[in-house]
């Protein structure tokens, strides 16, 4: 008893030292527990994706290929620690073939992808930059390139696409995404995702288009999240300290106005679908599989709303554009926020978008939307997939099923029911 009166007579004249060291310790225990429980997650999953590297393949074919097209300086130089840590030992386990190919500056995922040849599947590690890029450089090619599967290993700041395809999280349940990222290569369970297409408009050279798969975005709001990073010092809170030391300045684009034209959302018809010419070579950029998209003719479909076109002038502070499903059609939604918000109001609304609370109505649905902006400021930028853009005159397309992305397996069958 005497003891313990003397710890507690210790503990209580040094109680700043104590406060410290518990504080140490329970972290220390924190850190322990998390990394024992990775350590039976992973070896679960080695010992699950063994089974499939121990199968037996026929003579005549060799181990399935596929190419990873890693961003080793995404989330801050992370990410080629993790992917060769918790991502490429299962892919090995399970008797594929892997080929890593490291991006080397902005830009270098899309060249990768358009003169890439000989794979199965392409495998992106990294953020939605380097995704975004590559769904560029994929569907910039024009031999049905788009047919083979596209995987994601969500190792990046921004995960948007990977945080819809497999459950997010941090510590314990970031790795357990990333192991369902890789079984569902491993177990080869897919399914398709629309894509938006963007195409300049009123431009002497035409340019190719560019491809995203979230969102276009142009605001104030998503200026300062972006600034977010600058921050860092307020730790989890960078995001909340950035709409309070954003909220009054008027360098953001409070002002976004413009016109666009749109059309009606269409399930296909002889008006909106467009027949690819037959391309004839003598060889393959990708090995074929047996599987191909179900295509249904849909040249003798007749919609005459379908060409139907109505236009709208907006001024708001938030101006989106998203890719949904409504009723199994797919369609491109155009969400504007308030004309005008006080300091608090800014606040107040930026901080609930943080917790997830996005209150965005979908004031559109279309089709096609064109885009004119009206006298932009100089240097502002519209975001396509968290990447800057020049704001110009631009056409969006929604392009149903464009991309085939390994996913869950009830991700899969949710999928397909919706589409019924």
Known sequence: MERIIK???????????SVLGAVVLYYGAATAKERYEINILMRAACKEAAKYGDALIPMDRNPTLITIILNPVANKRKAKKDFEKYCE???????????????????????IVETLRGTEAIIVAGGDGTLSETVTGLLRRNDDANRFP?????LGRTNSVGNTLFPRGDGVAKVKQLIEACMAIVENNTTWKNVMKIE???EETPSKPIYALNSMEWGAFRETQAKKDKYWIYGPFREYASYIFNGYKNTLSWDCRGTIKYTPP???????????PEVKRKWTFFIPTKEAASETDLTTRINPECATESEMCFKTTDFII???VSDGVPSLNVGLAKNSYSYFEFV??????????DNRSAVVQARTIELQPQEPKP?????????????????????PNKVKFFCRPELKLYNEIRYL
């Open 7 to 17: 710890i507690g007579k210790t503990l209580r004249n040094n109680w700043k030292k």
């Open 348 to 357: 107040s609304e930026g901080w609930r978008r943080a917790k997830g609370d």
């Open 200 to 202: 300049p408009l009123n």
């Open 89 to 111: 030992p299962l892919l090995h386990l399970a008797g594929l073939q892997v080929d890593v190919i490291q991006t080397t500056s902005e830009g270098h995922a899309k060249e």
């Open 379 to 399: 240097d502002v930028v519209i975001a396509i997939d968290q990447e800057e853009f020049e704001v110009k005159p631009v056409k969006i397309t929604i392009l």
């Open 322 to 324: 998203q890719p949904q």
């Open 150 to 154: 596209l995987g994601v290993l969500p």
């Open 266 to 276: 269409c399930s296909g018809c002889s008006n909106c679908v467009v027949k690819k």
